[in-house]
């Protein structure tokens, strides 16, 4: 079957006069009376602008008081342990002394290394056991 064969015939139709009421049709659904935008609600507008709306408020302040809060937690949370529990747990890990002191801010610590300090006063040792200790560990006592 070639294309020349098919018959042109058109398969599609219009009512009677259709063209001519279209103008009056189209007229008569302009002029119906729309309500005023402020009288009645869309409530579908209202939807699709709230919605979104509500949604970016929800994560701002989820996210605002999540982060503050869990900033403030964790200083709480880590005051509620005890010294024993933490030395305990930090037997029990892999960290190193070297990398826990890594990890220490000394510049708020006043430390006093003589003999009216808070860290001598609670030491006994005389003059002989110190010697002793620097001969121990290959310490030259005139650098101190």
Request: glycine share 4%.
């Amino acid at each position: 079957m070639k294309l020349e064969d098919i018959k042109k015939k058109n398969i599609y139709s219009v009512p009677d006069k259709y063209f001519d009421q279209l103008p009056t049709r189209i007229q008569a659904r302009v002029n119906e009376s729309k309500p005023a935008f402020g009288s009645s609600w869309n409530w579908n507008l209202v939807y699709k602008i709230a919605a979104p709306a509500l949604a970016v408020i929800f994560l701002v302040f989820y996210f605002g008081i999540r982060n503050n809060y869990s900033e403030q937690s964790a200083d709480y949370l880590l005051a509620q342990v005890s010294t024993d529990d933490l030395i305990a747990y930090l037997g029990t890990t892999d960290l190193s002394t070297d990398e826990i002191i890594e990890e220490l801010d000394f510049s708020d610590i006043e430390l006093d290394f003589y003999d009216e300090g808070p860290i001598m006063q609670d030491m006994d040792i005389n003059d002989e056991e110190i010697d002793a200790l620097f001969d121990e560990y290959g310490i030259d006592g005139d650098i101190l």
